[in-house]
C-alpha cells in the first residue's frame, strides 16, 4: 500500500511560482515501480489531470494548459514527485492531487489507485 501527502499550496499572485511536493510512505522499490501524477479540482467542477512522469523520470506528460510553465519531477531516493509551477494563472487555483499509477501514460483517473489528500493553490490576479 501507498500512502501519499501533498504539500507546497499557497496563495500567490499570477505570475508567481510554486512548487508542490508529494512525499509517498511505501518502499523506495514500491515507489519506483510507479507512474505519479497530478491532477487538479477546481471549485465546482470536475477533476483533471494535470501532469504525469514514469517511474524513471524518463517520461512526462502534460494537459496543453500547462505545457512550458509546469515541471513534473521525481526522486525516488526521496520517494517524493514534484510539480513545479510557474507563471501562475488565476485559472490554475484548484486543490492539486498526486495520485500513482501502474500504467503510463495515462491521464484517466480510473487507471490512479492511491490518492493524497489535496493541497490548495490559490492564484490571485
Known amino acids: 500500500q501507498v500512502q501519499l501527502v501533498e504539500s507546497g499550496g499557497g496563495l500567490v499572485q499570477a505570475g508567481g511560482s510554486l512548487r508542490l511536493s508529494c512525499a509517498a510512505s511505501a518502499s523506495k522499490r514500491t515507489f519506483s515501480n510507479y507512474a505519479v501524477g497530478w491532477f487538479r479540482q477546481a471549485p465546482g467542477k470536475e477533476r483533471k489531470f494535470v501532469a504525469a512522469i514514469i517511474w524513471s523520470g524518463g517520461s512526462t506528460d502534460y494537459t496543453d494548459s500547462v505545457k512550458g510553465r509546469f515541471t513534473i519531477s521525481r526522486d525516488n531516493a526521496k520517494n517524493t514527485v514534484y510539480l513545479q509551477m510557474n507563471s501562475l494563472k488565476p485559472e490554475d487555483t484548484a486543490v492539486y492531487y498526486c495520485?500513482?499509477?501502474?500504467?503510463?501514460?495515462?491521464?484517466?483517473?480510473?487507471?490512479?489507485?492511491?490518492w493524497g489528500q489535496g493541497t490548495q493553490v490559490t492564484v490571485s490576479s
Open positions: 495520485a500513482t499509477s501502474a500504467a503510463f501514460p495515462t491521464n484517466n483517473q480510473v487507471n490512479y489507485d492511491y
